[in-house]
C-alpha cells in the first residue's frame, strides 16, 4: 500500500540518517547529562537496579592491658550490609509531521529528508535531553517555588533562590501543575495550566489557567510529573542529597548516617550568603569526615559562577597562595579531597550548589534517551489516528543512583 511504502521509506532514512548518531548527541550545557553516566542495559539483572551498599564499619574489638591472664574476647560485630535498589520511570515524547511533508522528503532521497525533518528531529533531541537535564537535578522537587500569584491574574512571579533560567527559557506552550508542597502528598491548585510568556529576568510566568488559590511557597510541576499523593517521576540529586528522612533506594535515611547526604546554608559555611572559595572548603569537610578522598565536581547557577570569579581576582590580588586553576572547563579548585571542578549550569537553581564525585553517581533504567519504542525495533513512524500526519516518538526509562550519599553535599540559601 502507498502508505506502508511511504512509512518503510521513512523508517529507512530515519535510520540512515539518524538512529543512531542523535541518540548519542547531547547538548553543551547539560552538565548532569554528560557527567553522569548511564548503566547499559546488560549489567542490570531483571527490572531493578541493584547494588550491596555497606552502611557501618566492623565493632568487634577486645581491648586488653599488657600481661593479661584473661582472654575473653567481645562477640563479632558485623557491618551493615544492604541491598540498594532502584526502578526507573518512564518518559514519552510526541511529534508530528504532516503527510505532505512525509511524502516530500521520502520522495527525495536522504538530503531532502534531511532538509525536511533536521529541524524536527533535532529540537525532539534537544527538548528531550532538556527535559531530563531538569530532572536529574530536580525530579520530585518542581520546576521552582511561587513567590506572589495573585488569583486570576494569569501570571505567577517565581523566587529568586528557587529560579533557574534554564529551566525555563523557551518553556512557552508547555504544561504545568502547581501543588503545595514537594512532599509524598500535596494539594494541587487549580487546573493544569499552559505557559504563555516567559520573563527570565523578572522571574514572571504566564499561564493560561490562574493557579487559584496559589499561595507562597507553592510549587511548579511539569504536567503529569506528580499526583496529590505520588510523584511519577524518579528522585533528582536535589532530592536525594537533601532527604533527612524516609527511605532511598530502599534505603532508610534516617537510620545510618552513611546513607545521609550533607547540606549547609551559605551563612553557616563563612559570613554572609554569597559564595566563597572559602566557603566551597568548609562545605567539603562535611563530607570528608565521611570519608571522602575523591575528586568532585560542584554544579552552580550562572551568576554565582560570577562570584566565584570575582573572588578569585580579589585572591590573586592579594598574592594568596595559588590553589586553584581557571579552565575552558570550569575553574578547578585544590582541596583537601583532591580536586573540585566548578561548573556553571543553567539549569541549576540560583540558591544551591551541588558537590558530587560523578563516580559515585549513575542514571540507570532500561533505557537511556531513544528514538527506539520498546519491541518495534526500526520503526520510528506511526499513522496517527483521525490526522493526516505521522507520529515520530522518543522514549526513557531511567532513575538518578548514588551508592555514596554521605560523600555528596549541597550549598543552600546563596544569593548573588
Known sequence: MPGEHVTDTLNGLFKEIYADAIEDAKPKGMKFGRDISFVPRNRMPGNEFHTPIS???EHGFTYLPANATTLTLNEAIAHNLRDARVIG???IMRSRISYEVAARASSGGPRAFRMALDVVVENMND???KRCEIDYGYGQRGLGQIRTAAAGSGQMTLQTASFAPGIWA??????VEIFSTTGATATKRGATATVTSVNV????????TAAAPATVDDHVFFEGQRTANAHNVYQGLDALVT??????HNISVATWSLWQGNSRTAAQLGSGTTLSFSKVNNAIALAVGKGLDE???MYI???VWVDLLNDEAALRRHNAPRDYDVGADGITFFSQNGTITIKASIYVKLGRAYLIAPRYWRRVGATDITFRLPDRGDEFFRHVDNAAAYELRAYVNQAMFTRALSKSLVITGITS
Open 127 to 129: 527538548s528531550f535531553r
Open 243 to 248: 532527604a533527612t528522612t524516609g527511605v532511598v
Open 89 to 91: 520511570t518512564q518518559c
Open 55 to 57: 552502611l557501618s564499619h
Open 301 to 303: 547557577h550562572p551568576e
Open 170 to 175: 523557551g518553556m512557552e506552550n508547555a504544561r
Open 201 to 208: 529576568l523578572t522571574r514572571v510566568i504566564g499561564i493560561s
Open 295 to 297: 575528586d568532585m565536581t
